[in-house]
Protein backbone atom coordinates (compact mmCIF):
# COMPACT_ATOMS: atom_id res chain seq x y z
CA UNK A 1 0.00 0.00 0.00
CA UNK A 2 1.50 3.52 -0.76
CA UNK A 3 1.59 6.20 1.37
CA UNK A 4 -0.73 9.03 1.59
CA UNK A 5 2.07 11.53 1.33
CA UNK A 6 3.74 9.86 -1.71
CA UNK A 7 0.27 9.62 -3.34
CA UNK A 8 -0.67 13.92 -2.62
CA UNK A 9 2.53 14.73 -4.09
CA UNK A 10 2.22 12.58 -7.22
CA UNK A 11 -1.14 14.27 -7.41
CA UNK A 12 0.19 17.73 -6.99
CA UNK A 13 3.14 16.90 -9.73
CA UNK A 14 0.51 15.70 -12.23
CA UNK A 15 -1.58 18.70 -11.32
CA UNK A 16 1.40 20.95 -12.39
CA UNK A 17 2.40 19.31 -15.07
CA UNK A 18 -0.73 19.98 -16.21
CA UNK A 19 -1.08 23.46 -15.49
CA UNK A 20 2.69 23.92 -17.15
CA UNK A 21 1.09 22.32 -20.71
CA UNK A 22 -2.34 24.49 -20.78
CA UNK A 23 -0.15 27.51 -20.21
CA UNK A 24 2.61 26.81 -22.60
CA UNK A 25 0.52 26.52 -25.61
CA UNK A 26 -1.01 29.01 -27.64
CA UNK A 27 -3.46 29.91 -30.47
CA UNK A 28 -3.07 33.42 -31.56
CA UNK A 29 -6.36 34.25 -29.94
CA UNK A 30 -5.00 32.59 -26.57
CA UNK A 31 -1.64 34.32 -26.64
CA UNK A 32 -3.93 37.51 -27.01
CA UNK A 33 -5.98 36.73 -23.96
CA UNK A 34 -2.94 35.90 -22.23
CA UNK A 35 -1.22 39.13 -22.38
CA UNK A 36 -4.22 41.27 -21.36
CA UNK A 37 -4.22 39.50 -18.24
CA UNK A 38 -0.67 39.38 -17.75
CA UNK A 39 1.15 41.74 -19.70
CA UNK A 40 3.15 44.19 -17.59
CA UNK A 41 1.66 47.44 -19.06
CA UNK A 42 -1.83 46.11 -18.98
CA UNK A 43 -1.31 44.98 -15.14
CA UNK A 44 -0.29 48.84 -14.94
CA UNK A 45 -3.43 50.14 -16.40
CA UNK A 46 -5.27 48.39 -14.75
CA UNK A 47 -3.89 49.52 -11.42
CA UNK A 48 -4.04 53.21 -12.49
CA UNK A 49 -8.12 52.49 -13.49
CA UNK A 50 -8.11 51.81 -9.44
CA UNK A 51 -6.03 55.07 -8.80
CA UNK A 52 -8.55 57.24 -10.38
CA UNK A 53 -10.92 55.50 -8.48
CA UNK A 54 -9.33 55.61 -5.52
CA UNK A 55 -8.55 59.65 -6.81
CA UNK A 56 -12.02 60.26 -7.21
CA UNK A 57 -13.02 59.35 -3.46
CA UNK A 58 -10.03 61.58 -2.59
CA UNK A 59 -11.36 64.38 -4.71
CA UNK A 60 -14.69 63.98 -2.85
CA UNK A 61 -14.18 63.47 0.66
CA UNK A 62 -11.90 67.01 0.78
CA UNK A 63 -15.37 68.48 0.68
CA UNK A 64 -17.18 65.82 3.71
CA UNK A 65 -16.74 66.45 7.58
CA UNK A 66 -13.50 66.06 8.69
CA UNK A 67 -12.55 65.46 12.30
CA UNK A 68 -8.83 66.31 13.38
CA UNK A 69 -7.54 65.38 17.06
CA UNK A 70 -4.78 67.25 18.76
CA UNK A 71 -2.83 66.30 21.95
CA UNK A 72 -0.36 68.60 23.52
CA UNK A 73 2.01 68.78 26.48
CA UNK A 74 4.30 71.79 28.51
CA UNK A 75 6.68 71.70 30.19
CA UNK A 76 7.69 75.79 30.86
CA UNK A 77 11.61 74.37 32.09
CA UNK A 78 11.65 78.36 32.82
CA UNK A 79 8.50 79.71 33.69
CA UNK A 80 7.78 83.06 32.05
CA UNK A 81 7.79 86.38 34.43
CA UNK A 82 5.21 88.91 34.12
CA UNK A 83 5.90 92.67 35.74
CA UNK A 84 2.22 94.30 36.72
CA UNK A 85 1.55 97.06 39.40
CA UNK A 86 1.59 96.70 42.31
CA UNK A 87 -1.32 99.06 43.75
CA UNK A 88 -3.53 95.46 42.23
CA UNK A 89 -2.64 93.93 45.51
CA UNK A 90 -2.59 96.61 47.89
CA UNK A 91 1.04 97.40 47.39
CA UNK A 92 2.17 101.00 46.51
CA UNK A 93 1.57 103.07 44.09
CA UNK A 94 4.36 102.99 41.54
CA UNK A 95 5.86 100.02 42.11
CA UNK A 96 5.51 97.03 40.62
CA UNK A 97 5.14 92.99 41.41
CA UNK A 98 7.09 89.99 39.56
CA UNK A 99 3.91 87.26 39.22
CA UNK A 100 4.25 84.35 37.48
CA UNK A 101 0.63 83.06 35.55
CA UNK A 102 -0.04 79.24 35.55
CA UNK A 103 1.58 76.57 36.82
CA UNK A 104 4.80 75.34 34.63
CA UNK A 105 2.95 71.93 33.11
CA UNK A 106 0.40 71.44 31.06
CA UNK A 107 -1.60 69.08 28.83
CA UNK A 108 -4.61 69.94 26.49
CA UNK A 109 -6.58 67.45 24.10
CA UNK A 110 -8.66 69.12 21.77
CA UNK A 111 -11.02 67.20 18.88
CA UNK A 112 -12.27 69.82 15.89
CA UNK A 113 -15.22 68.65 13.35
CA UNK A 114 -14.56 71.07 10.13
CA UNK A 115 -17.21 71.35 7.37
CA UNK A 116 -16.74 72.88 3.80
CA UNK A 117 -20.04 74.60 3.34
CA UNK A 118 -19.11 76.39 -0.56
CA UNK A 119 -15.91 76.05 -2.25
CA UNK A 120 -16.18 76.72 -6.10
CA UNK A 121 -12.96 75.07 -6.72
CA UNK A 122 -13.80 71.64 -5.04
CA UNK A 123 -17.53 71.47 -7.14
CA UNK A 124 -15.54 71.72 -10.52
CA UNK A 125 -13.30 68.95 -9.04
CA UNK A 126 -16.04 66.61 -8.64
CA UNK A 127 -17.10 67.09 -11.73
CA UNK A 128 -14.03 66.57 -13.47
CA UNK A 129 -14.11 63.32 -11.86
CA UNK A 130 -15.86 61.95 -14.06
CA UNK A 131 -13.61 62.93 -17.01
CA UNK A 132 -10.40 61.78 -14.73
CA UNK A 133 -12.16 58.53 -14.53
CA UNK A 134 -13.04 58.34 -18.31
CA UNK A 135 -9.53 59.22 -19.47
CA UNK A 136 -8.29 55.99 -17.38
CA UNK A 137 -10.30 53.91 -18.88
CA UNK A 138 -9.38 55.10 -22.35
CA UNK A 139 -5.97 54.44 -21.25
CA UNK A 140 -6.06 51.00 -20.33
CA UNK A 141 -8.02 50.31 -23.94
CA UNK A 142 -5.68 51.87 -25.67
CA UNK A 143 -2.55 49.83 -23.53
CA UNK A 144 -5.10 46.95 -24.61
CA UNK A 145 -5.16 47.53 -28.13
CA UNK A 146 -0.91 48.10 -27.98
CA UNK A 147 0.20 44.78 -26.33
CA UNK A 148 -2.76 42.90 -28.55
CA UNK A 149 -0.79 44.43 -31.49
CA UNK A 150 2.67 43.32 -29.99
CA UNK A 151 1.52 40.31 -29.41
CA UNK A 152 -0.02 39.86 -32.58
CA UNK A 153 3.40 41.23 -34.50
CA UNK A 154 5.35 38.84 -31.79
CA UNK A 155 3.62 35.96 -32.29
CA UNK A 156 4.08 36.30 -36.52
CA UNK A 157 7.88 36.95 -36.05
CA UNK A 158 8.01 33.71 -34.33
CA UNK A 159 5.98 31.95 -36.93
CA UNK A 160 8.01 33.44 -39.55
CA UNK A 161 11.75 32.52 -38.06
CA UNK A 162 10.06 28.73 -37.57
CA UNK A 163 9.07 28.75 -41.47
CA UNK A 164 12.51 30.19 -42.15
CA UNK A 165 14.48 27.68 -40.22
CA UNK A 166 12.82 24.99 -42.05
CA UNK A 167 12.88 26.56 -45.42
CA UNK A 168 16.70 26.83 -44.88
CA UNK A 169 17.30 23.38 -43.50
CA UNK A 170 15.02 22.01 -46.32
CA UNK A 171 17.76 24.38 -49.21
CA UNK A 172 20.55 22.75 -47.07
CA UNK A 173 19.74 19.55 -47.39
CA UNK A 174 19.16 19.76 -51.48
CA UNK A 175 22.38 21.79 -51.88
CA UNK A 176 24.24 19.26 -49.67
CA UNK A 177 23.23 16.11 -52.12
CA UNK A 178 24.17 18.18 -55.18
CA UNK A 179 27.31 19.24 -53.71
CA UNK A 180 27.86 15.50 -52.82
CA UNK A 181 26.82 14.54 -56.62
CA UNK A 182 28.73 16.96 -58.23
CA UNK A 183 31.94 16.30 -55.99
CA UNK A 184 31.74 12.39 -57.50
CA UNK A 185 31.28 13.55 -60.84
CA UNK A 186 34.34 16.15 -60.78
CA UNK A 187 36.66 13.46 -58.97
CA UNK A 188 35.72 11.04 -61.85
CA UNK A 189 36.12 13.68 -64.84
CA UNK A 190 32.88 14.28 -65.19
CA UNK A 191 32.39 17.90 -63.81
CA UNK A 192 34.48 20.95 -63.81
CA UNK A 193 35.83 22.24 -60.64
CA UNK A 194 33.41 25.43 -61.09
CA UNK A 195 30.43 23.37 -60.83
CA UNK A 196 31.75 22.46 -57.12
CA UNK A 197 32.51 26.00 -56.41
CA UNK A 198 29.50 27.77 -57.36
CA UNK A 199 27.56 25.13 -54.86
CA UNK A 200 30.20 25.41 -52.16
CA UNK A 201 29.14 29.48 -52.36
CA UNK A 202 25.14 28.81 -52.62
CA UNK A 203 25.93 26.77 -49.74
CA UNK A 204 28.10 28.13 -47.58
CA UNK A 205 25.46 31.43 -47.77
CA UNK A 206 22.24 29.17 -46.77
CA UNK A 207 24.43 27.71 -43.47
CA UNK A 208 25.06 31.28 -42.54
CA UNK A 209 21.41 32.23 -43.08
CA UNK A 210 20.09 29.07 -41.48
CA UNK A 211 22.64 30.05 -38.17
CA UNK A 212 21.00 33.97 -38.01
CA UNK A 213 17.20 32.07 -38.38
CA UNK A 214 18.30 29.77 -35.49
CA UNK A 215 19.11 32.94 -33.57
CA UNK A 216 16.62 34.77 -34.71
CA UNK A 217 13.79 31.76 -33.48
CA UNK A 218 14.83 31.85 -29.88
CA UNK A 219 14.94 36.14 -29.35
CA UNK A 220 11.91 36.23 -31.31
CA UNK A 221 10.35 33.38 -28.55
CA UNK A 222 11.54 35.25 -25.78
CA UNK A 223 10.19 38.26 -27.09
CA UNK A 224 6.96 36.88 -27.29
CA UNK A 225 7.47 35.74 -23.77
CA UNK A 226 7.86 39.12 -22.30
CA UNK A 227 5.17 40.75 -24.30
CA UNK A 228 2.79 38.11 -22.81
CA UNK A 229 4.24 38.69 -19.26
CA UNK A 230 6.42 35.13 -19.41
CA UNK A 231 9.54 34.49 -18.21
CA UNK A 232 11.84 35.18 -20.79
CA UNK A 233 12.91 31.64 -21.65
CA UNK A 234 9.83 29.95 -21.12
CA UNK A 235 9.42 27.21 -23.52
CA UNK A 236 6.10 28.70 -25.25
CA UNK A 237 4.69 26.98 -27.74
CA UNK A 238 2.52 28.16 -30.51
CA UNK A 239 -0.52 25.86 -31.70
CA UNK A 240 -1.05 27.71 -35.46
CA UNK A 241 1.52 27.99 -38.32
CA UNK A 242 1.92 30.73 -40.36
CA UNK A 243 0.04 30.09 -43.55
CA UNK A 244 -2.99 29.08 -41.87
CA UNK A 245 -3.14 32.28 -39.90
CA UNK A 246 -2.37 34.35 -42.80
CA UNK A 247 -5.51 32.55 -44.80
CA UNK A 248 -7.69 33.15 -41.59
CA UNK A 249 -6.62 36.77 -41.48
CA UNK A 250 -7.77 37.13 -45.06
CA UNK A 251 -11.52 39.57 -45.01
CA UNK A 252 -12.30 41.81 -47.33
CA UNK A 253 -15.10 42.46 -45.32
CA UNK A 254 -13.87 44.31 -42.55
CA UNK A 255 -12.90 47.01 -45.96
CA UNK A 256 -16.35 47.20 -45.63
CA UNK A 257 -16.47 48.43 -41.95
CA UNK A 258 -18.63 51.27 -40.76
CA UNK A 259 -16.06 53.52 -39.34
CA UNK A 260 -17.59 55.31 -36.03
CA UNK A 261 -14.86 57.63 -35.09
CA UNK A 262 -16.31 57.80 -31.67
CA UNK A 263 -14.99 54.10 -30.91
CA UNK A 264 -11.45 55.23 -31.79
CA UNK A 265 -9.08 54.99 -28.83
CA UNK A 266 -7.03 58.27 -29.75
CA UNK A 267 -10.04 60.23 -30.50
CA UNK A 268 -11.41 59.06 -26.88
CA UNK A 269 -7.98 60.43 -25.43
CA UNK A 270 -8.19 63.73 -27.61
CA UNK A 271 -11.99 64.42 -26.39
CA UNK A 272 -10.79 63.73 -22.40
CA UNK A 273 -8.55 66.13 -23.19
CA UNK A 274 -11.02 68.41 -24.47
CA UNK A 275 -12.91 67.92 -21.35
CA UNK A 276 -10.19 68.33 -18.83
CA UNK A 277 -9.21 71.83 -20.42
CA UNK A 278 -12.55 72.86 -20.04
CA UNK A 279 -12.37 71.53 -16.43
CA UNK A 280 -9.51 73.52 -16.20
CA UNK A 281 -11.02 76.82 -17.48
CA UNK A 282 -13.93 76.36 -15.26
CA UNK A 283 -11.66 75.90 -12.14
CA UNK A 284 -10.16 79.40 -13.37
CA UNK A 285 -12.90 81.07 -12.87
CA UNK A 286 -14.02 79.30 -9.61
CA UNK A 287 -11.55 81.14 -7.72
CA UNK A 288 -13.13 84.88 -7.81
CA UNK A 289 -15.71 82.90 -5.97
CA UNK A 290 -16.12 83.03 -2.11
CA UNK A 291 -15.47 80.48 0.25
CA UNK A 292 -17.30 79.43 2.89
CA UNK A 293 -16.06 76.84 6.00
CA UNK A 294 -17.23 76.01 9.17
CA UNK A 295 -15.65 74.22 12.39
CA UNK A 296 -16.54 73.29 16.25
CA UNK A 297 -14.06 71.74 18.42
CA UNK A 298 -14.43 70.49 21.98
CA UNK A 299 -11.21 70.64 24.40
CA UNK A 300 -9.75 70.10 27.91
CA UNK A 301 -7.09 71.76 29.43
CA UNK A 302 -5.04 70.92 32.81
CA UNK A 303 -2.18 72.65 35.18
CA UNK A 304 0.31 70.96 37.41
CA UNK A 305 3.16 71.19 39.11
CA UNK A 306 4.35 68.28 38.15
CA UNK A 307 3.04 65.32 35.59
CA UNK A 308 -0.23 64.19 37.46
CA UNK A 309 -2.08 64.12 33.79
CA UNK A 310 -2.54 60.65 34.11
CA UNK A 311 -4.25 60.64 37.80
CA UNK A 312 -7.58 60.50 38.43
CA UNK A 313 -7.63 63.40 40.44
CA UNK A 314 -6.18 65.61 38.07
CA UNK A 315 -8.86 68.81 36.85
CA UNK A 316 -9.93 69.39 33.92
CA UNK A 317 -11.03 72.28 32.11
CA UNK A 318 -13.01 71.99 29.52
CA UNK A 319 -14.07 74.22 26.07
CA UNK A 320 -15.62 74.75 22.86
CA UNK A 321 -15.93 76.73 20.02
CA UNK A 322 -17.74 77.33 17.08
CA UNK A 323 -16.78 79.43 13.89
CA UNK A 324 -17.04 80.13 10.40
CA UNK A 325 -14.52 81.57 8.35
CA UNK A 326 -15.68 83.22 4.72
CA UNK A 327 -12.86 84.30 2.45
CA UNK A 328 -13.99 86.70 -0.44
CA UNK A 329 -11.24 87.50 -3.24
CA UNK A 330 -11.41 90.84 -3.80
CA UNK A 331 -8.37 92.76 -5.78
CA UNK A 332 -5.44 90.11 -7.11
CA UNK A 333 -4.39 92.76 -9.77
CA UNK A 334 -5.93 90.78 -12.61
CA UNK A 335 -3.83 87.77 -11.65
CA UNK A 336 -6.84 85.70 -11.38
CA UNK A 337 -8.27 86.95 -15.01
CA UNK A 338 -5.10 86.02 -16.81
CA UNK A 339 -4.93 82.63 -15.34
CA UNK A 340 -8.97 82.19 -16.50
CA UNK A 341 -7.71 84.18 -19.79
CA UNK A 342 -4.80 81.41 -20.03
CA UNK A 343 -7.01 78.30 -19.38
CA UNK A 344 -9.62 79.86 -22.52
CA UNK A 345 -6.89 79.78 -24.54
CA UNK A 346 -5.83 76.27 -23.72
CA UNK A 347 -9.54 74.90 -23.94
CA UNK A 348 -9.42 76.87 -27.74
CA UNK A 349 -6.09 74.81 -28.37
CA UNK A 350 -7.94 71.44 -27.13
CA UNK A 351 -10.44 72.00 -29.65
CA UNK A 352 -8.73 72.68 -32.50
CA UNK A 353 -6.10 69.55 -31.58
CA UNK A 354 -9.62 67.73 -31.39
CA UNK A 355 -10.13 68.78 -34.92
CA UNK A 356 -7.16 67.73 -35.87
CA UNK A 357 -7.18 64.57 -34.46
CA UNK A 358 -10.46 63.20 -36.11
CA UNK A 359 -8.81 64.07 -39.70
CA UNK A 360 -5.73 62.46 -38.82
CA UNK A 361 -7.49 59.18 -37.60
CA UNK A 362 -9.48 59.61 -41.19
CA UNK A 363 -6.56 59.50 -42.44
CA UNK A 364 -4.78 56.89 -40.82
CA UNK A 365 -8.11 54.87 -41.60
CA UNK A 366 -7.69 55.16 -45.65
CA UNK A 367 -3.79 54.34 -45.31
CA UNK A 368 -4.53 51.47 -43.16
CA UNK A 369 -7.41 50.18 -45.49
CA UNK A 370 -4.93 50.96 -48.43
CA UNK A 371 -1.84 48.84 -46.86
CA UNK A 372 -4.29 45.94 -46.37
CA UNK A 373 -4.83 45.31 -49.58
CA UNK A 374 -1.42 46.06 -51.13
CA UNK A 375 -0.27 43.26 -48.67
CA UNK A 376 -2.70 41.12 -49.60
CA UNK A 377 -2.25 41.42 -52.80
CA UNK A 378 1.57 41.18 -52.09
CA UNK A 379 0.75 37.94 -50.42
CA UNK A 380 -0.98 36.65 -53.34
CA UNK A 381 1.76 37.48 -56.16
CA UNK A 382 4.53 36.28 -53.88
CA UNK A 383 2.63 33.16 -53.45
CA UNK A 384 2.52 32.93 -57.02
CA UNK A 385 6.04 34.03 -57.74
CA UNK A 386 7.19 31.23 -55.19
CA UNK A 387 5.76 28.25 -57.37
CA UNK A 388 7.21 29.74 -60.14
CA UNK A 389 10.29 30.26 -59.08
CA UNK A 390 10.19 26.43 -57.81
CA UNK A 391 9.04 25.37 -61.07
CA UNK A 392 12.15 26.57 -62.55
CA UNK A 393 14.45 25.61 -59.69
CA UNK A 394 13.41 21.87 -60.58
CA UNK A 395 13.75 22.47 -63.90
CA UNK A 396 17.14 23.31 -63.97
CA UNK A 397 18.13 20.94 -61.09
CA UNK A 398 16.76 18.20 -63.99
CA UNK A 399 18.39 20.13 -66.84
CA UNK A 400 22.30 20.45 -64.51
CA UNK A 401 21.85 16.48 -63.74
CA UNK A 402 21.60 16.01 -67.34
CA UNK A 403 24.31 17.73 -67.85
CA UNK A 404 22.10 20.44 -69.82
CA UNK A 405 22.50 23.90 -67.69
CA UNK A 406 25.27 25.23 -66.16
CA UNK A 407 25.99 25.51 -62.41
CA UNK A 408 25.87 29.34 -62.76
CA UNK A 409 22.29 28.57 -64.22
CA UNK A 410 21.75 26.61 -61.13
CA UNK A 411 22.88 28.94 -58.68
CA UNK A 412 20.37 31.92 -60.26
CA UNK A 413 17.43 29.99 -60.25
CA UNK A 414 17.96 29.04 -56.18
CA UNK A 415 19.07 32.12 -55.42
CA UNK A 416 15.75 33.46 -57.28
CA UNK A 417 13.68 30.78 -55.13
CA UNK A 418 15.26 31.15 -51.89
CA UNK A 419 14.41 35.33 -52.51
CA UNK A 420 10.68 34.06 -53.49
CA UNK A 421 10.69 31.94 -50.54
CA UNK A 422 11.73 34.64 -47.69
CA UNK A 423 9.39 37.55 -49.93
CA UNK A 424 6.62 35.04 -49.55
CA UNK A 425 7.63 34.70 -45.44
CA UNK A 426 7.52 38.58 -45.15
CA UNK A 427 4.54 38.99 -47.03
CA UNK A 428 2.48 36.71 -45.38
CA UNK A 429 3.67 38.75 -42.16
CA UNK A 430 2.32 41.68 -43.29
CA UNK A 431 -1.03 40.63 -44.03
CA UNK A 432 -1.56 39.37 -40.37
CA UNK A 433 0.25 42.85 -39.11
CA UNK A 434 -1.48 45.42 -41.58
CA UNK A 435 -4.95 43.84 -40.54
CA UNK A 436 -4.21 44.30 -36.99
CA UNK A 437 -3.19 47.77 -38.10
CA UNK A 438 -6.86 48.28 -39.19
CA UNK A 439 -8.59 46.56 -36.75
CA UNK A 440 -6.91 48.98 -34.06
CA UNK A 441 -8.05 52.11 -36.09
CA UNK A 442 -11.74 50.61 -36.40
CA UNK A 443 -11.08 48.93 -32.61
CA UNK A 444 -12.75 45.78 -34.05
CA UNK A 445 -11.20 42.41 -32.97
CA UNK A 446 -11.38 39.71 -34.65
Same mark, same amino acid.
Given at each position: ??????????? $? $???????? !?? #??????????????????????????????? @?? @??? %??????????????????? @???? %????? !???????????????? =????????? +??????????? &?????? %????????????EKTALEVRK???????????????????????????????????????????????????????????????????????????? $??????????????????????????????? %???? &???????????????????????? @????????????????????? #???????? =?????????????????????????????????????? +?????????????????????????????????????????????????????? #?????????????????????????????????????????
Amino acid at each position: MRHPLFIFLFI $V $VLQFNYGQ !EQ #TNSFTLDEAIAYALANNYSAINADRDLIDAQ @KQ @KWE %TIAAGLPQINGEISYQNQL @KQPV %TVIPA !EIFGGEPGTYVDVVFS =QPQSATATA +TLTQQIFDGSY &IVGVQA %TKAFLSYSANNKEKTALEVRKSVVESYGNVLLAKESVAILNKNKETLEKNLYETSKLFENGLADEESVEQLQITLSSVESQLKNALRLEKITLQMLN $VVMGLDLDNPTQLKENLEDLTEKKIDFALLE %TDFK &IENNVDYKLALNQNEQRFFEWKLA @KSRALPTLNAFVNYGSSAYSD #TFSFLNGE =QQWYNSSILGFNLNIPIFSSLKRSASTQRAKIALEKAK +TQLTEAEQQIKLQLENARSNYVLAIEEYQTSKNNLALAERIERKNQIKYTEGIA #TSFELRQAQIQLYTAQQEYLQDMVEVINKKTELETILNEQS
